[in-house]
Protein backbone atom coordinates (compact mmCIF):
# COMPACT_ATOMS: atom_id res chain seq x y z
CA UNK A 1 0.00 0.00 0.00
CA UNK A 2 1.09 3.39 -1.12
CA UNK A 3 0.38 5.65 2.10
CA UNK A 4 0.08 2.59 4.61
CA UNK A 5 1.49 3.53 8.21
CA UNK A 6 4.71 2.09 8.73
CA UNK A 7 3.18 1.06 12.57
CA UNK A 8 -0.34 0.64 12.86
CA UNK A 9 -1.87 2.98 14.84
CA UNK A 10 -3.84 1.30 18.27
CA UNK A 11 -7.36 1.35 18.84
CA UNK A 12 -7.99 3.35 21.53
CA UNK A 13 -5.84 5.69 19.53
CA UNK A 14 -8.47 5.44 16.32
CA UNK A 15 -11.30 6.27 18.86
CA UNK A 16 -9.76 9.12 20.48
CA UNK A 17 -8.81 10.61 17.01
CA UNK A 18 -12.34 10.11 16.02
CA UNK A 19 -13.83 12.02 19.31
CA UNK A 20 -10.99 14.49 19.22
CA UNK A 21 -8.41 14.73 16.23
CA UNK A 22 -5.02 14.86 16.54
CA UNK A 23 -4.21 17.48 13.88
CA UNK A 24 -7.67 19.83 15.91
CA UNK A 25 -10.70 20.37 14.54
CA UNK A 26 -9.92 23.52 12.08
CA UNK A 27 -7.71 21.24 10.02
CA UNK A 28 -10.49 18.47 9.52
CA UNK A 29 -12.72 20.98 8.95
CA UNK A 30 -10.29 22.71 6.37
CA UNK A 31 -9.60 19.37 5.13
CA UNK A 32 -13.30 18.73 4.27
CA UNK A 33 -13.83 22.37 2.60
CA UNK A 34 -10.89 21.36 0.53
CA UNK A 35 -12.06 17.64 -0.50
CA UNK A 36 -15.51 18.84 -1.06
CA UNK A 37 -14.34 21.86 -3.49
CA UNK A 38 -12.28 19.40 -5.64
CA UNK A 39 -15.17 17.34 -6.04
CA UNK A 40 -15.39 17.15 -9.83
CA UNK A 41 -19.22 18.12 -10.38
CA UNK A 42 -21.52 20.63 -10.60
CA UNK A 43 -22.63 22.90 -7.34
CA UNK A 44 -26.19 21.84 -7.28
CA UNK A 45 -24.61 18.12 -7.33
CA UNK A 46 -22.55 18.62 -4.60
CA UNK A 47 -25.07 20.76 -2.17
CA UNK A 48 -27.40 18.22 -3.01
CA UNK A 49 -24.88 15.19 -1.61
CA UNK A 50 -23.95 16.97 1.44
CA UNK A 51 -27.32 18.35 2.89
CA UNK A 52 -28.25 14.30 2.00
CA UNK A 53 -25.41 13.62 4.45
CA UNK A 54 -26.51 16.06 7.01
CA UNK A 55 -29.42 15.19 6.84
CA UNK A 56 -29.81 11.97 7.52
CA UNK A 57 -27.76 12.08 10.44
CA UNK A 58 -30.94 12.92 12.09
CA UNK A 59 -31.71 8.94 12.19
CA UNK A 60 -31.24 6.60 14.87
CA UNK A 61 -30.58 4.03 12.10
CA UNK A 62 -26.80 3.91 12.88
CA UNK A 63 -24.45 2.18 10.06
CA UNK A 64 -27.30 2.72 7.40
CA UNK A 65 -26.44 6.56 7.02
CA UNK A 66 -24.13 6.14 3.94
CA UNK A 67 -26.59 3.14 2.61
CA UNK A 68 -29.56 5.87 2.94
CA UNK A 69 -27.28 8.40 0.90
CA UNK A 70 -26.53 6.09 -1.79
CA UNK A 71 -29.63 5.76 -2.20
CA UNK A 72 -31.17 9.03 -2.20
CA UNK A 73 -27.88 10.44 -4.06
CA UNK A 74 -28.73 7.43 -6.86
CA UNK A 75 -32.68 8.39 -7.26
CA UNK A 76 -31.19 13.07 -7.78
CA UNK A 77 -28.17 11.96 -9.49
CA UNK A 78 -26.82 14.19 -6.81
CA UNK A 79 -23.05 13.39 -5.44
CA UNK A 80 -22.64 10.46 -3.24
CA UNK A 81 -18.95 11.79 -2.18
CA UNK A 82 -20.01 14.65 -0.95
CA UNK A 83 -23.16 12.86 0.94
CA UNK A 84 -20.59 10.99 2.40
CA UNK A 85 -18.87 13.91 3.66
CA UNK A 86 -21.98 15.42 4.73
CA UNK A 87 -22.80 12.55 7.17
CA UNK A 88 -19.68 14.34 9.38
CA UNK A 89 -22.20 16.51 10.99
CA UNK A 90 -23.34 13.60 12.45
CA UNK A 91 -20.25 12.55 14.85
CA UNK A 92 -19.48 11.61 18.55
CA UNK A 93 -20.32 15.06 19.77
CA UNK A 94 -23.62 16.16 17.83
CA UNK A 95 -24.56 12.09 17.69
CA UNK A 96 -26.60 12.69 21.51
CA UNK A 97 -28.32 16.45 20.77
CA UNK A 98 -29.93 14.86 17.28
CA UNK A 99 -30.84 12.04 18.98
CA UNK A 100 -32.25 13.70 22.16
CA UNK A 101 -34.31 16.43 19.74
CA UNK A 102 -35.62 13.47 16.74
CA UNK A 103 -36.93 11.06 20.06
CA UNK A 104 -38.80 14.47 21.46
CA UNK A 105 -40.10 15.22 17.98
CA UNK A 106 -41.50 12.31 17.35
CA UNK A 107 -42.90 11.83 21.01
CA UNK A 108 -44.82 14.85 20.01
CA UNK A 109 -45.90 13.57 16.55
CA UNK A 110 -47.42 10.78 18.79
CA UNK A 111 -49.12 12.49 21.54
CA UNK A 112 -50.14 14.86 18.72
CA UNK A 113 -51.47 11.68 16.65
CA UNK A 114 -53.05 10.01 20.55
CA UNK A 115 -50.64 6.94 20.21
CA UNK A 116 -48.86 8.29 23.85
CA UNK A 117 -49.47 4.58 25.40
CA UNK A 118 -46.87 3.65 22.73
CA UNK A 119 -44.15 5.76 24.65
CA UNK A 120 -41.74 4.32 27.03
CA UNK A 121 -42.32 7.67 29.05
CA UNK A 122 -45.95 6.33 30.16
CA UNK A 123 -44.57 2.94 31.38
CA UNK A 124 -44.26 2.95 35.17
CA UNK A 125 -40.40 2.79 36.19
CA UNK A 126 -37.22 3.20 35.54
CA UNK A 127 -35.71 2.91 32.64
CA UNK A 128 -33.25 -0.47 33.13
CA UNK A 129 -31.53 -2.69 30.58
CA UNK A 130 -34.93 -4.94 31.16
CA UNK A 131 -37.14 -2.80 30.22
CA UNK A 132 -35.02 -1.61 26.94
CA UNK A 133 -34.72 -4.61 26.21
CA UNK A 134 -38.83 -5.43 26.16
CA UNK A 135 -39.74 -1.85 25.46
CA UNK A 136 -36.73 -0.40 23.27
CA UNK A 137 -39.01 0.13 19.71
CA UNK A 138 -41.09 2.08 21.90
CA UNK A 139 -37.74 4.61 22.29
CA UNK A 140 -36.64 3.60 18.90
CA UNK A 141 -39.88 4.14 16.00
CA UNK A 142 -40.06 8.42 17.97
CA UNK A 143 -36.42 8.93 17.41
CA UNK A 144 -36.76 7.20 13.77
CA UNK A 145 -39.58 9.18 13.00
CA UNK A 146 -38.68 12.12 14.51
CA UNK A 147 -35.16 12.17 12.76
CA UNK A 148 -37.09 12.34 9.38
CA UNK A 149 -39.27 14.79 10.03
CA UNK A 150 -36.13 16.63 11.26
CA UNK A 151 -34.13 15.74 8.15
CA UNK A 152 -36.33 16.91 6.04
CA UNK A 153 -37.46 20.04 7.81
CA UNK A 154 -33.83 21.00 7.74
CA UNK A 155 -32.73 19.47 3.96
CA UNK A 156 -33.32 23.69 2.99
CA UNK A 157 -31.04 25.02 5.74
CA UNK A 158 -28.36 22.74 5.13
CA UNK A 159 -28.47 22.82 0.84
CA UNK A 160 -28.53 26.41 0.33
CA UNK A 161 -25.84 27.98 1.95
CA UNK A 162 -23.57 24.66 1.17
CA UNK A 163 -24.68 25.52 -2.53
CA UNK A 164 -23.44 29.19 -2.20
CA UNK A 165 -20.54 28.08 -0.62
CA UNK A 166 -18.93 25.39 -3.09
CA UNK A 167 -20.11 28.05 -5.75
CA UNK A 168 -17.92 30.60 -4.03
CA UNK A 169 -15.27 28.50 -3.41
CA UNK A 170 -14.94 26.97 -6.73
CA UNK A 171 -14.79 30.70 -8.56
CA UNK A 172 -12.03 31.74 -5.87
CA UNK A 173 -10.49 28.15 -7.00
CA UNK A 174 -10.58 28.58 -10.27
CA UNK A 175 -9.60 32.06 -10.32
CA UNK A 176 -6.64 31.42 -8.65
CA UNK A 177 -5.45 28.35 -11.08
CA UNK A 178 -6.17 30.87 -14.33
CA UNK A 179 -3.79 33.47 -12.51
CA UNK A 180 -1.08 30.62 -11.85
CA UNK A 181 -1.73 29.74 -15.80
CA UNK A 182 -1.20 33.53 -16.67
CA UNK A 183 1.96 34.05 -14.48
CA UNK A 184 3.27 30.28 -16.33
CA UNK A 185 2.49 31.61 -19.39
CA UNK A 186 3.99 35.30 -18.75
CA UNK A 187 7.44 33.45 -17.31
CA UNK A 188 7.23 30.85 -20.15
CA UNK A 189 7.10 33.67 -23.14
CA UNK A 190 9.48 36.40 -21.52
CA UNK A 191 6.29 38.75 -22.12
CA UNK A 192 5.29 41.40 -19.33
CA UNK A 193 1.95 41.76 -17.79
CA UNK A 194 0.09 44.47 -18.56
CA UNK A 195 -1.48 46.88 -16.46
Known amino acids: MLFKRAKAQPLMEKIGNLVWPKMGWRRVLDYYKRRTIRIPDSEHSIALGLAFGCAISWSPTFGLHLIQCLIFCWLTRSNWIAAFLGTAFGNPWTFPALMF ?95
Not at 184 to 190: F, K, N, P, Q, W
Open 101 to 195: ISYQVGKALFIGFGYEDFLLDHKIGPITVELLKTEGWNILLPAIIGGYVMALATFPLFYFPFYYMVKGAKAARRMRLEKKVHKAVLDITGQEEQP
